[in-house]
């Protein structure tokens, strides 16, 4: 596609339940990033996928988050249980492997948990 | 481990005042730094990265390796610079960007 893809682009759930967040980055690109934007937080990194290597989880701040990317390409977030605390916009982005490390990001998914 | 601080959460300035972004980072190797720009209801997009030395809308930044510093930079604002930037710092090691709490820009006419 033209550009990195996020659904859905709204979710409200209600605490307890499990989400998952979608994410189709740009065609060719290597690398997948997922960051998360909380209102007046900054952006925090989640996790980050490079091709086949191991993904690097390091910003997951739970057990209860999980992500998957199956065939290089489409990656999945899972928030399970999801509390109030994990209402935010969640960011997928992606880049080229010669980039010159410049990422594009979706619009994001914004995950109200109620 | 790497850091990037912007300490003012909210600019605000006058059309055609001069405007200064504030961005510090800490970080142990060879940085490389960029500016990320988001508008209202737009998504998330470079506005520019030093090592291009580039003007983007008439912005620049110059990376001070003495200071630790790497600001944001444009003369005259206009009102449709307003919106949310991010400085952000490449770990090479980590491969990923380190992201600033942001900086909200509010131009009024």
């Known amino acids: 596609g033209a550009g990195v893809s996020q659904s859905p682009s709204n979710k409200v759930t209600e605490k307890g339940k499990d989400v998952e967040l979608r994410c189709d980055p740009i065609s060719g690109h290597t690398a997948l990033y997922w960051y998360r934007q909380s209102l007046g937080q900054g952006l925090e990194f989640l996790i980050y996928f490079q091709g086949n290597s191991a993904p690097d989880k390091s910003g997951l701040p739970s057990d209860r988050f999980s992500a998957e990317r199956t065939g290089g390409s489409v990656s999945t977030l899972t928030i399970q249980r999801t509390q109030q605390e994990d209402s935010a916009v969640y960011l997928c982005a992606s880049s080229s492997p010669g980039g010159r490390n410049t990422i594009y990001f979706g619009e994001g998914s914004w995950l109200t948990v109620v | 481990a790497q850091r990037v601080t912007q300490p003012e959460k909210l600019l605000s300035v006058f059309k055609g005042a001069p405007v200064e972004l504030k961005c510090n980072y800490s970080y142990s190797g060879s940085p490389e730094l960029f500016w990320y720009v988001q508008y209202s209801r737009q998504r998330l997009q470079l506005l520019l990265r030093h090592i291009s030395r580039e003007s983007i809308k008439g912005f620049t930044a110059d990376l001070n390796k003495g200071e630790t510093s790497f600001h944001l930079k444009k003369p005259f604002a206009q009102e449709e610079d307003s919106a949310m930037y991010y400085c952000?710092?490449?770990?090479?090691?980590?491969?990923?960007?380190?992201f600033g709490g942001g900086t909200r820009l509010m131009v009024k006419p």
């Open positions: 952000a710092l490449w770990s090479g090691a980590g491969n990923m960007l380190t």
